[in-house]
């Protein structure tokens, strides 16, 4: 999808579900680590809108942004995050305020 927007230019890193194979998937921190050592270390944050995306964040020991629209799994309220935010406009200044 990103080809045909051409959009894949603008990212450094692009994982999916299955990039590592299904043994390595979310909840586990591995695609995590893995996309934040291609994008030459540093700060981090796992943005997601499912307890998968939560999980994997805290196992990778990065913040944790929910989103209110999308997928969830549960309710937000049993969101395990650091901050919840109700579009993308709210995305910058959430990783600013959690030091990313």
Same mark, same amino acid.
């Given at each position: 999808?990103?080809d045909? $927007?051409g @959009?894949?230019?603008?990212?450094?890193?692009?994982?999916?579900?299955?990039? $590592?194979?299904?043994?390595? %998937?979310?909840?586990l921190?591995d695609? $995590?680590?893995?996309?934040?050592? =291609?994008c030459?270390? *540093?700060?981090a944050?796992?943005? *997601?809108?499912?307890?998968?995306d939560?999980? %994997? *964040?805290?196992?990778?020991g990065?913040?944790?942004?929910?989103?209110?629209?999308?997928?969830?799994?549960?309710?937000l309220? =049993?969101?395990?995050?650091?901050?919840l !935010?109700?579009? $993308?406009?709210?995305?910058?200044?959430? !990783?600013?305020? @959690?030091?990313?």
């Amino acid at each position: 999808m990103l080809d045909a $927007l051409g @959009l894949t230019h603008r990212f450094t890193a692009i994982y999916g579900g299955d990039t $590592l194979g299904r043994e390595r %998937a979310k909840p586990l921190p591995d695609m $995590l680590h893995a996309a934040m050592t =291609e994008c030459g270390g *540093g700060r981090a944050a796992m943005i *997601g809108d499912s307890t998968y995306d939560m999980r %994997a *964040g805290r196992a990778a020991g990065v913040p944790v942004v929910a989103c209110r629209f999308g997928y969830h799994d549960v309710p937000l309220t =049993e969101m395990d995050c650091d901050v919840l !935010i109700d579009d $993308l406009y709210g995305l910058v200044p959430a !990783i600013e305020n @959690l030091g990313c």
